[in-house]
């Protein structure tokens, strides 16, 4: 529920920020029966600026999850088949210089994902996550209200906070998640800073509306377009099909880009426009990640624990993919089953993908339209011809990785987490730490849909006389290992769908975030030692 006023003076965990990754992680709670308090100070989700436009593959598979995929699709301006391109031209009516498809896991790729990946503005995605958790009861979203102090003492955490009115409360949480952005107030309470880059380079957002700038567009449709001439090397691209744009200009500082605006939209159009300007966003980018992620019982996440490049779409995924992480270990803890290894793994798990995020986003930066300028690019010329084949050579070689990037978006494992397993042996498409190769299963189900809430040990051959009885053993043993635990275990067969085979394993321990955390043919050696790994409670 939403409460404007009153909040609870007594939650399981206190989430500090109600942007996407702060209600993310309230969604992972809730679900999982923890009770929940999102303090925001924000009563209603601005509008005015789109911020992050890509919900990539991983995000959506972890909406799927929570039931909500189609909600977001219903309710995004464009869908998948409006686009799949990214074009580089001269501008909107110039000449075109090269095109990506198939772009940001908007296509479909055999059954490598269940779920493609949606164009969406930020706001589209917070909004609906705020119905959602409204919809939980056991989260509550308190408005009008912001985190100001806190004081870890050994089995709790006081947190201090105030509505508009600079009215004080006091909130006692078993846990604090800070989820509160660049300026993260937890972040400085626990005394955790950034460490990293901060470019020196300026550019300047908008977003307007130009009801008629398709009938200038020579390109067809398309997601992004950056425009690459020296009056205005920028990107630009639809947030609707009615006409409102957003736009960054590079290199453009914000007294230049307030008195220049309509000059911009100009440029980059290739002819005038009659535009309205809705809102300005001028910024620098950051590649920068807190030099530590917990302390205690508070843990930072999103923004608040590291700072990307918008470059690659990268930045908002990467915190939901913190608050998917973070929630269910959370989850497990307070339900006690979890053991005092499992929030450690949060950080040996997220920091490595982060800061592969990061260095993906700052090496996208390193060619930006205001780098791919050159002499004749607009000429129609036989040299013209030339500088527009010579750009497009160089975009297709340095651009290339910016829109293709699901081995960073679905590939990275967790190599040297605590919690992981790796004594199953070789396998071919399953690895442990790895997620979840996905599957289309016989009967036209995603293999993710069957997968329990908590952990799922798949049982990928049936049950025959001799080598068979093996494996019954095993998930026996599993079994009553997990049940000694308190590990909620539900084991979900299928045999007949050649998995076993492809997976190159009988059995595949799934955790709740679809990552792998064993694989094999047998676990009867020691498998308290394994559940207690998988756990957190393991040596």
Same mark, same amino acid.
């Given at each position: ?422 004594? #199953?042996?070789? =396998?071919?498409?399953?690895? *442990?730490?790895?997620? /979840?190769? %996905? @599957?289309?299963?016989?009967? !036209?189900?995603? $293999? ?17 006389? #001799?080598?068979? =009885?093996?494996?019954?053993? *095993?998930?026996?043993? /599993?079994? %009553? @290992?997990?049940?000694?635990? !308190?590990?909620? $275990? ?32 047998? @676990? ?16």
């Amino acid at each position: 529920m939403t409460v404007p006023g009153s909040v609870p003076r007594r939650t399981e965990v206190l989430v500090a920020g109600g942007g996407p990754v702060g209600l993310a992680t309230a969604v992972e709670l809730g679900r999982r029966g923890v009770e929940c308090l999102v303090v925001e100070p924000r009563a209603v989700v601005s509008r005015a600026r789109p911020r992050c436009k890509t919900i990539n593959v991983r995000t959506m598979e972890h909406l799927r999850r929570w039931g909500i995929a189609d909600r977001l699709r219903a309710r995004a301006p464009l869908s998948p088949e409006f686009s799949t391109d990214v074009v580089f031209c001269t501008t909107l009516a110039g000449h075109e210089l090269s095109r990506f498809t198939g772009v940001l896991g908007l296509e479909y790729e055999g059954d490598r994902f269940p779920e493609r990946g949606q164009q969406a503005p930020q706001y589209v995605l917070e909004e609906l996550l705020r119905d959602v958790v409204d919809e939980l009861d056991a989260c509550t979203l308190a408005v009008g209200h912001r985190v100001v102090g806190l004081t870890q003492e050994p089995d709790h955490v006081v947190v201090e906070i105030v509505d508009a009115d600079g009215t004080p409360a006091t909130i006692t949480a078993d846990y604090v998640v800070g989820c509160d952005g660049p300026r993260s107030t937890v972040r400085a309470q626990i005394g955790s800073e950034y460490v990293g880059e901060h470019a020196l380079r300026p550019n300047y957002g908008m977003v307007f509306e130009a009801p008629r700038l398709w009938d200038h567009v020579r390109h067809g449709a398309a997601v992004q377009y950056w425009t690459v001439n020296p009056d205005a090397p920028a990107l630009l691209g639809p947030l609707d099909r009615t006409g409102t744009w957003w736009i960054i200009a590079f290199g453009v500082d914000r007294e230049t880009g307030d008195r220049g605006q309509h000059r911009l939209i100009a440029a980059a159009a290739g002819t005038p426009v009659d535009a309205t300007v809705l809102s300005t966003d001028p910024w620098t980018a950051r590649m920068q990640l807190v030099d530590r992620a917990r302390c205690g019982r508070v843990v930072l996440a999103g923004d608040a624990a590291h700072l990307n490049p918008p470059f690659g779409g990268h930045g908002l995924n990467t915190g939901i993919g913190d608050a998917v992480d973070l929630g269910w270990k959370l989850a497990a803890v307070l339900q006690g089953w979890g053991g005092p290894r499992l929030l450690d793994s949060y950080d040996a798990e997220r920091r490595p993908v982060q800061d592969r995020v990061i260095t993906a986003a700052a090496e996208n930066m390193k060619t930006l339209s205001s780098e791919l300028l050159s002499p004749d690019l607009d000429a129609g010329t036989a040299a013209g011809e030339v500088a527009r084949e010579a750009a497009h050579v160089r975009i297709q070689q340095t651009k290339h990785a910016e829109f293709h990037a699901l081995d960073l978006v679905l590939d990275l494992v967790h190599d040297g987490s605590p919690v992981i397993s790796s004594d #199953g042996g070789e =396998v071919s498409e399953v690895r *442990a730490g790895a997620r /979840l190769a %996905h @599957a289309w299963l016989a009967d !036209g189900r995603s $293999l993710y849909d069957v997968l329990g809430p908590w952990m799922t040990l798949l049982v990928l051959v049936d049950h025959p006389v #001799g080598d068979g =009885v093996r494996t019954e053993d *095993a998930v026996r043993s /599993l079994l %009553h @290992a997990a049940d000694g635990r !308190g590990v909620p $275990l539900q084991v979900v067969e299928l045999p007949g769908h050649d998995l076993a085979e492809r997976y190159g394993a009988r059995l595949v321990l799934v955790r709740p975030d679809q990552y792998v955390a064993w694989s094999g043919d047998d @676990a009867r050696d020691d498998p308290l030692a394994l559940i207690d790994r998988i756990r957190g409670a393991g040596a």
